[in-house]
Every structure is written in structure tokens, then in C-alpha cells.
């Protein structure tokens, strides 16, 4: 009986590994919120997906469009800045404190973010 529960076991993590191209996917794939200062009813954020790209959540003027998660620990994330008659690209280099199923913290400088997994 235990020979065939491992047999199993190995054929799901294959077909996993096949489903995905081979490669894990990043626990950072997914939406990132936290509260708009202000109005703490509104969330806002992020969403990173497993090709690369990124999208604002609830942020008209800071449009994400790409992001990497460096072998150092670093979370890139890129995309264009809008306003005052301008657009600009940016790119913003976060540190990774930690990621679990429900939270992400990032640093910048000596600021913490903290995010919420999106519901």
C-alpha cells in the first residue's frame, strides 16, 4: 500500500513539473494590496504574474508593467509613472523581508511596506 502511495506522489509531482514548463512557481505570483492612507476601505497594489508581467491594483497614476525577483533577494518592479502632463518610467528595487501565503514585506530604505494577499 505505501509503494503505491509514493508511485502517486511521484506522478502528481510530475505532472506538476510538466504543467509548469518545469519551473516552481514564485510565491510572489499573485495580487499584493494594502490600504490607500486615508481611506483604509480602499485597498491598492500590485498584481504579478508568472510571465513577468505586472498590473496596478486601484493606482490610475503608477502603472506597473514588468517585474523580476532577483537571485539577491530583490524584487524589481517596472513599469510608467503618470501625471502632470508627464509620463515617466520607472523602476523601483525593493528587499525582500519575507513572503508567506498571506503577506509580503518589502523595504525601501528604511521604509516598510506590507501587503495582503488579494482576495
Known amino acids: 500500500m505505501q509503494l503505491k502511495t509514493i ?7 510530475l505532472c506538476m513539473a510538466a504543467c509548469s514548463g518545469g519551473q516552481e512557481v514564485s510565491p510572489l ?31 490610475a497614476t503608477l502603472q506597473y508593467e514588468a517585474w523580476e525577483e532577483t537571485g539577491d533577494g530583490l524584487l524589481v518592479l517596472r513599469g510608467k509613472s503618470i501625471g502632470n502632463g508627464q509620463t515617466l518610467p520607472f523602476a523601483d528595487t525593493l528587499l525582500l523581508r519575507s513572503v508567506d501565503g498571506d503577506s509580503l514585506i518589502l523595504q525601501k530604505g528604511s521604509l516598510l511596506l506590507r501587503y495582503g494577499r488579494e482576495r
Open 29 to 59: 505570483v499573485g495580487g499584493w494590496v494594502q490600504p490607500v492612507p486615508g481611506m483604509e476601505q480602499q485597498n491598492q497594489g500590485f498584481r504579478l504574474a508568472e510571465d513577468g508581467t505586472a498590473s496596478s491594483i486601484n493606482m
Open 7 to 13: 508511485a502517486a506522489a511521484a506522478l502528481a509531482s
